[in-house]
């Protein structure tokens, strides 16, 4: 039998896929999310949205999406890009409530303000609450990221090729079951806490100064 | 006439809080609104710049009837609005925060945005050692100060103050005051909601006091404060005649 150290380069490659889930997924649940949030900010009812991608486990949805929507719609769409809408439409729902309670926490007297020099709705948005809002919701961001990159391993049901399934078939391969998982987990844990740190050292730079915590 | 207000109505929910308000003001002209929480100054106020929309009557702003446009942006461009809160935007400095409107709303290039603001700081005795600052880093004064010029930057016919100095203790409230006091004198048509009988009597050509959504009496400062015919004016002066004597 091969030993699982020759497998080591095909599992961190695994990182790559992974990466790529988390990145795609996170940017589509991103663009979904925000405009949620300023609808929802506004007073649009889009709670049955953000109840059903909430309350639905990633497991579910895949599968409903892959076996399901899919054909029915009579489209090809792959397990890749599958795992990537999946897990971005249920982080948009993620997202939008992160954004929706920092969109909140502006100070309403500055929209007021705002909309007193003449701005119109729109740059009330794009120069007063957004600035402030995204900064403001960064240390939440931070854990929706974590989040999704565990949950990524669950696109391995639809064979992704990310490192939990890669880390199943070198179980398989290798017959040795501890060190394959165990190099899975502590690839998942360094990814998430390099991720996370990048985002704290992100949130350090442009928060704004003079207010809690800023120097 | 610079403002001109007509049987100016306002409800909320059922609630009428303008009952008929009517109001004049010359160009150049400073006149203070005072009277009881809960009067509809400020709602009188919101209702100039069409931050609220009025239910009823009319108000005409250099002789245009502003009510029944619906340019909403435009007529806000030329009133200045000071708050109570100040509202400061918190994530941009000083500097930011008096150029955002004219590069953001009047399309003015970033240069020409900074020099008008350098104006605007200076008259309101912003020194440039606070122009990078963020709102956090300021005094309250200074917040207020800093809101003035924002409002000035965008060069209004009008400047409307809601009660500015209230959220300031006495030594800030004065630095507010007398940054007001100048702009006033410089000519600048200002309507101001405040309790401070001093800058009214420094500042203003009348004093209009507001009751229960309407206004009951009108007159010269030292008029009004000494001879108030109406209980609502006997109220708001009552014990504090000392200020005209001195």
Redesign the interface.
Known sequence: MPSVIEYIPFLMEGSLWTLSLVALGLSLGFSLGLPIAIMKFYGARLDAYVWFMRGTPLIVLLSLLYWGVFPALGVKIGPFETSVIALGLRSSAYQSQIFLSALNSVDSGQIIAARSIGMRERQVVAHVLLPQALRISLPSWSNEYAIMLKDSSICFALGVMEILTRARYISVATGSALLPYLLAGILFFSLTHAGTSAIELIYRRVRIKGTLGAG | MMLRIEDLRKRYSGVEVLKGVDLELRKGETKVIMGPSGAGKSTLLKCI?L?VRPDGGRIFIDGEEITSKNDV??V??K???V?Q???????LTVMGNVT??LT??KGMSKNDAILKAKEVLRAVRIGEELWD?????LSGGQKQRV?IA??LA?DPVLMLYDEPTSALDPQLSMEVLSVMRELSKRGMTSLVVTHELSFAIEAASSIAVMYDGRIVEEGRPEEIIRSPKTAEARAIFKGRLNYVLV
């Open positions: 710049n931050l942006y435009r806000r461009q009133i200045g609005f708050f809160e100040f509202n400061l935007f918190n994530h955002i409107g953001k709303v600052r963020y709102p956090a880093q809101a924002r409002a965008m």
